[in-house]
């Protein structure tokens, strides 16, 4: 009877240790459905059904996950938010001018992966650090976008409110925002909305390039010991660099999603702050700030679960939307806590327990 | 007398015993050899002494005191000090500085009484006979000298026994003579020191007395005097390993590898041609530069002049490059240099192989792999539970084979070794060396670098001395023995001549 209670303990220990993203999401999403049923209201798919549609996951999920990658390699991006501003901008501009689809979806990888590799390229190359190198593009990918906008033709920038707008007038105009932002899969009674399979696609995309591809290992290589990857042969420049592009690509493919979604763009005050969720999730996701470990499944349920954590806040009455990141904040460190802080009480626990038995004996 | 006692020490991590029953003693004025394996209980047993962790039974008795539950700062200052492997000195404060760190001279205000700390920390050094200036900066130390430091910190709070791990890893002869000088000069001031240690012939040098751990038992203790280094080795291994004569002479195969004024980092103008099949040992003091030479014989540091040529063509770039021409390079420091901790045996082991073939192969075959790594671990004899494990569940030795097998996955056939018996107990080096030898056997080129000249007469055909960046002696198998290979190295056979002159 003892034994089987240990090993149940010991597997739900490992459990918590290798997927701790599934139970955050699970008690985050608990502890949502309480606040629907507070407010009298059932909780339900459609409930479910919003978390997954909302930008939050998509937008900020799309690009955690190229995040993710380049914080496994134990570098960070703080110009994501500000390169989703000039992406889009760009994306928006190429589809006002030609009216294309596939001109438009080329811009935004291209403009993506061309930001990604100037961050790359100056962290690899100039051997700076990357922190150091993403605040400067942060400033700069922001400011450039801000600056454009002003002084563009209306009948290009699609507005006249210095911000980027997709231009109705255009024949495909219809074809991106209602047949697909705002379009959703039905699957019998559930409804899905089409971007969220984009961001599901990316993520199972991210996932086999992590799990099961020589490139994936070789991230995590580097991120966990350097130099042992170097003498492996890994070319650790080229993987810095590449994974800084892939998170380029990324916000490429978030941009759109904006772009459909959302159909603008305000360089002063989109995307503020994306830099931050996208590292809230990756860290929900159980991604070791220190890099060389962590899951890219996790960047799902990271994503949902800081999405969730919104919707709480929005959703508990008489709360100022002021306050809201004060939660965000509150629960960013309590799940990190119980993450380092889990393993060494467990040990606590352990060696109290041996020391009691011999002891006893 | 005895001024450590400790008796039926017992321990267990987890499910394994690590220690049990242990007795262990040291007499005052003297230097007790702690012998075994890696994983024999050498250090569980002495962070037992020093607090670090509890025993789960047993007694400890210091200087005729009872210490039932020791803590670290209780044992500190009841005058244990522990200088570990790893030196703790701060590089970037002056040598008084880390004497007098955490008990620093103060004046009121709290201001720091440096003028005093620097004299206190000359007398200490004229005490001990140890030359070193108190006010240079550590990072300007060779390492010997930051290794006296540590001891002569110690001293400084009185300690009447130090425990010394692995004190001349990291030191040349000359330097490891200067040290066993003080210690000598310590012991007849009534000074003990444990002094763990894999080099045989420094503990027949240094020791008293010796006591040796195996799988965490109590083995045997006695004078050093009364023993000699086959006997010891024995007791450590157990009957298994005795100091075999692995080596065989081969047929050696057409010229491979070629060196041609090869110049680069800490060596110049090197000629050396090297056969197929042959094994080549490198060696010398530290800082000769023939760890440098075979970092830079694989691309990991830049050639700067001179051409490498394998199979008559010449060889350069970047890591890569030499791969694909079949070199490969263990590289010394196995902790720092070849593991990746957060990953599994597996993906250790085919780390290699996937940057040759990602080009063509970008996916990961799990049963082909699977197939291959299952091969090398019986070739290699690796002893692991499952490949999914964490690397770092493998013991010294049996990651090494992990590291050689990841290059013979690449089919490499000129195979650089640095220092490649580093941290791996006596019984895992002996498979290593059979393993050089097979590897020789089946037309595979090897040259490896070390210290250690028995290493050298194990398996090398040829011994290659190193001084200052340049080769002053080939020796043949033969010729190879730990006076003239010392005499070269220390080019004490310069000075001789010139002084003949």
């Known amino acids: 009877m003892n034994n089987e209670k240990k090993s149940f303990g010991a597997t739900l220990g490992r459990l918590w240790s290798q997927y701790s993203f599934i139970f955050v999401l699970v008690i985050i999403m608990i502890g949502y459905a309480f606040t629907i049923q507070a407010n009298g209201n059932t909780f339900n798919f459609g409930h479910i059904a919003a978390i997954l549609s909302s930008q939050n996951t998509v937008i900020v999920g799309t690009i955690a996950l190229g995040m993710a990658f380049v914080i496994i390699t134990g570098q960070i991006d703080l110009s994501v938010g500000s390169s989703l501003v000039l992406c889009t901008g760009a994306t928006i501009v190429v589809f006002n001018v030609t009216n294309s689809i596939p001109l438009m979806i080329l811009t935004a990888l291209a403009v993506g992966a061309l930001c990604g590799a100037v961050n790359g390229l100056l962290v690899g190359l100039g051997k700076m650090p990357p922190f150091v190198v993403t605040l400067g593009t942060m400033l700069i990918y922001r400011s450039l976008t801000l600056s454009v906008v002003r002084k563009v033709d209306p009948a290009i920038s699609g507005s006249s409110s210095s911000q980027f707008a997709m231009l109705s007038s255009n024949s495909n105009y219809m074809a991106l925002r209602k047949t697909f932002g705002a379009g959703k899969l039905s699957i019998g009674s559930f409804s899905l909305p089409y971007i969220f399979f984009v961001f599901l696609f990316m993520a199972i995309l991210f996932i086999v390039i992590s799990r099961n591809t020589k490139y994936g290992k070789s991230v995590y290589a580097v991120g966990s010991n350097e130099k ?7 070319n650790v420049t080229w993987v810095k660099i590449s994974v800084f592009i892939l998170t380029g690509l990324c916000v490429g493919v978030a941009s759109i999603l904006q772009a459909c979604k959302i159909s603008n763009v305000t360089p002063a005050s989109s995307g503020v702050s994306y830099e931050m969720y996208a590292i809230a999730s990756v860290v929900l996701a159980g991604v070791n700030m220190a890099g060389g470990k962590g899951k890219l499944l996790g960047v799902i349920f990271g994503a949902l679960s800081y999405t969730t954590i919104n919707f709480i806040i929005v959703s508990i009455p008489g709360l100022s939307v002021d306050i809201q990141d004060t939660f965000q904040g509150l629960v960013l460190i ?5 993450q380092t802080v889990g393993p060494v009480i467990r040990e606590n626990i352990q060696r109290a327990r041996k020391r009691k038995q011999s002891s006893a004996a | 007398m ?6 039926h020490v017992s321990k267990a991590f987890g499910g394994s015993q690590a220690l049990s029953d242990i007795q262990f003693s040291v007499e005052e004025g003297e230097i007790h050899a702690l012998l075994g394996e890696n994983g024999a209980g050498k250090s569980t047993l002495m962070n037992i002494l020093t607090g670090v962790i509890p025993a789960d039974s047993g007694s400890i008795r210091f200087l005729g005191k009872d210490y039932p539950s020791p803590t670290i700062q209780q044992m500190e200052a009841a005058g244990i000090a522990f200088v570990h492997q790893e030196l703790n000195v701060i590089n970037d404060l002056t040598v008084a500085d880390n004497i007098f760190l955490c008990r620093e001279l ?4 709290g201001l720091l009484r440096q003028k005093e700390q620097i004299a206190r920390a000359r007398q200490l050094f004229e005490d001990l006979g140890v030359e070193m200036d108190p006010s240079t900066m550590v990072s300007e130390l060779k390492t010997s000298e930051k290794q006296l430091l540590e001891i002569c910190r110690a001293l400084y709070v009185d300690a009447k026994l130090l425990i010394l791990d692995e004190p001349t890893t990291a030191l040349s002869n000359n330097e490891i003579e200067h040290l066993f000088g003080i210690l000598r000069k310590l012991k007849t001031q009534g000074k003990s020191f444990i002094f763990i240690s894999h080099k045989m012939p420094e503990i027949f040098a240094i ?7 195996r799988n965490g038992e109590y083995v045997a203790s006695g004078n050093i005097k009364d023993t000699n280094a086959h006997a010891v080795t024995s007791l450590m291994v157990g009957s298994q390993y005795v100091n075999e004569d692995v080596y065989v002479p081969r047929e050696l195969g057409d010229t491979i590898l070629e060196l041609r004024h090869y110049s680069g980092q800490g060596f110049h103008d090197i000629d050396l041609s090297v056969r197929r099949g042959e094994i080549v040992a490198f060696t010398g003091l530290a800082g000769c530069g023939a760890s440098e030479l075979m970092q830079t014989m694989f ?3 830049p050639s700067e002049g001179g051409h490498m040529l394998v199979h008559g063509k010449s060889l350069g770039g ?7 021409r079949g070199v490969a390079m263990l590289p010394s420091n196995r902790k720092e240099n070849s593991v990746v901790p957060d990953m599994t045996i597996m993906e250790n082991f085919y780390l290699a192989e996937h940057e040759l073939s990602k080009g063509k192969h970008p996916f990961i075959k799990v049963k082909e792999e699977t197939g291959r790594y299952e091969a090398q671990k019986e070739s290699l004899h690796i002893k692991a539970a499952s490949s999914a494990d964490s690397i770092l569940a493998l013991s010294g030795g049996n990651q090494q084979k992990v590291f050689l ?3 013979l996955n690449i089919g490499a056939d000129v195979l650089l070794f640095d220092n490649p018996t580093q941290g791996v107990d006596v019984g895992a080096k002996e498979e290593i060396y059979k393993l050089i030898l097979d590897f020789a056997q089946n037309g595979k080129t090897v040259i490896i670098n070390t210290l250690e000249i028995p290493e050298i007469q194990k398996v090398a055909d040829r011994c290659v001395v190193f001084y200052e960046g340049r080769i002053v002696k080939i020796f043949e198998h033969s010729e190879v023995n730990e006076h003239d290979v010392m005499l070269y190295s220390t080019n004490a056979i310069e000075t001789t001549q010139e002084a003949a002159v």
């Open chain 1, 228 to 234: 042992s990857a170097r003498l492996a042969g890994i």
């Open chain 1, 334 to 338: 309590i799940v990190i806590l119980i």
């Open chain 2, 2 to 7: 005895t001024i450590l006692e400790m008796k």
């Open chain 2, 106 to 109: 103060k004046g009121p205000l």
């Open chain 2, 207 to 213: 020791a008293d007395r010796y006591t040796v751990l």
């Open chain 2, 299 to 301: 691309g990991a540091l």
């Open chain 2, 318 to 324: 970047s890591i890569v490059q030499f791969m694909k």
């Open chain 2, 405 to 407: 097998a990841r290059w």
